[in-house]
């Protein structure tokens, strides 16, 4: 294949060894149900031929490489709201051990998925670490390692080679990346869109940018948006999940659902529909900054423009005036995002604008999102709150033990109260002695039925 005259080498590579498995979006459409789906099945307590009728059609995608045994998870409608751990190094602070930590905690705390993002220290070490200790399906940023690998060469991203681009995306397919961003729908209409109308707080996707001012210093075309054919060609050896990436998302309130945005969708759209030509799975990617009211159209839009292709939010944040505080504003956005339909969520840490998150700022995001995208299912009718049962159980007969079980994070709970110990060990220290509950427990519930009849 010749790719701006320059003779694509791996792709004839990977030619002699395709079409060696189909894609869970192929089994499906030739009625087979996969393990794969068997499992997502039985986690989500539906029937396995509801969960097969929608991979075929695109509406739920399993995220789950050929080259790897993961536990896998289902995305998209009638499923339950997901959530993802963002871990990865910077350029100022290069600790794997540390970044390894982080993917554990997100584990343990109940994360659907990972994304690697490193963009500092060797980019395939710390990746094929987390996809080696990861159980769970791991997403990664392609033009992250392209970008970073050229500026340490030559200075500078715009000096990217196209065909590195497309070997560093096949290379984390090999590796066993599940799930990838990829900004193909960065393009001269996008962007021209962009500068016609302003914007108050610019363009914030990092990948975004790379891609954009490679378009601009270079005056070609993204090689990504022209070669989507060999993408796919990727994408489907593997069975990797396309995440297509939402370079125009609003990274200011001012901002959101505005026309460069909306031009992105549209081309958005038009890509999942060759994704699943090729048998692709693909998923799209949604709004960062955008105002609480916006929300539900925004999962509207995107549903109808992209064949009800699984929803990816980033956040969403639902102000810009939370820094040290964003996990809440984000907790808020994702309650709002899943409750209009957004199928998988991207936790946002208290460190978000400010710093690179600390561990213990990845378990405060996660936690926060977590109880966000709980919130959203519950309204959408995903769930009916049993858990809420168990915990208002609980909490009328005073059991403390059951109490822990039920919350969303049982150690943090059991700490806060054996901290600060009551005298009665049937009561906390917020109401110590005058506990409401224990109060109704001993008179109210024990008064004769007739009593009221009576008075």
């Avoid at 990972?114 to 990861?134: A, H, P, T």
């Avoid at 590195?164 to 209409?189: L, P, Y």
């Avoid at 610019?202 to 378009?215: C, E, H, M, N, Q």
Wanted: some cysteine.
């Amino acid at each position: 294949m010749l790719l701006y005259g320059i003779e694509m080498n791996i792709h004839l590579e990977f030619n002699t060894f395709q079409m060696i498995n189909m894609t869970q979006f192929e089994e499906a459409n030739k009625g087979k149900i996969t393990n794969e789906m068997k499992v997502v099945a039985e986690s989500e307590n539906l029937s396995e031929e509801f969960i097969k009728s929608l991979v075929a059609k695109g509406r739920i995608v399993i995220p789950a490489n050929y080259n790897k045994d993961i536990e896998p998870c289902g995305i998209g409608a009638g499923l339950r709201t997901k959530v993802n751990a963002t871990i990865g190094t910077s350029t100022d602070i290069v600790n794997f051990d540390e970044e390894e930590l982080k993917a554990k905690i997100a584990i343990e705390n109940g994360a659907d998925t990972l994304m690697e993002l490193s963009i500092g220290g060797d980019l395939d070490e710390i990746r094929r670490r987390i996809i080696k200790m990861s159980p769970l399906p791991v997403g990664s940023v392609p033009i992250y390692q392209t970008a970073i690998e050229t500026i340490r060469k030559t200075g500078s991203s715009i000096e990217m080679n196209e065909e590195d681009m497309f070997k560093n995306i096949e290379k984390q397919a090999k590796d066993g990346i599940d799930f990838m961003a990829i900004h193909c729908s960065v393009n001269i209409e996008t962007l021209s869109r962009l500068k016609r109308q302003g914007r108050k707080g610019g363009l914030v996707s990092r990948g975004g940018a790379f891609i954009s001012a490679w378009i601009v210093e270079n005056e070609r075309e993204n090689p990504l948006y022209l070669n989507f054919d060999y993408i796919l060609e990727i994408a489907k050896e593997h069975d990797v999940v396309l995440s297509l990436a939402n370079a125009m998302r609003a990274g200011a309130i001012a901002d959101s659902t505005d026309r460069a945005q909306i031009q992105e969708l549209i081309i958005l759209g038009e890509l999942v529909d060759k994704a699943r030509e090729a048998g692709v799975q693909a998923m799209i990617e949604g709004p960062g900054h955008i105002p609480l009211n916006e929300i539900p159209a925004n999962v509207t839009i995107q549903k109808k423009l992209c064949g009800h292709a699984p929803f990816y939010m980033l956040g969403p944040l639902v102000t810009d005036i939370s820094p040290g505080y964003d996990h809440i504003s984000s907790a808020i956005g994702a309650a709002t995002s899943a409750k209009s339909g957004a199928d998988f969520i991207c936790y946002v840490t208290p460190a978000e604008h400010l710093a690179l998150p600390s561990p213990e700022d990845v378990k405060i995001g996660l936690i926060a999102t977590r109880i966000g995208a709980y919130v959203g299912d519950m309204a959408k009718g995903i769930h009916n709150g049993e858990k809420d049962l168990k915990m208002a159980n609980a909490r009328k007969k005073l059991n403390w033990e059951d109490q822990y079980q039920a919350a969303i994070c049982p150690a943090d709970a059991r700490k806060i109260r054996e901290n600060r110990p009551p005298e009665d060990p049937d009561t906390c220290t917020m109401c110590g002695n005058y506990c409401a509950v224990k109060i109704v427990n001993q008179w109210l519930d024990k008064t004769d039925p007739d009593f009221f009849d009576k008075v």
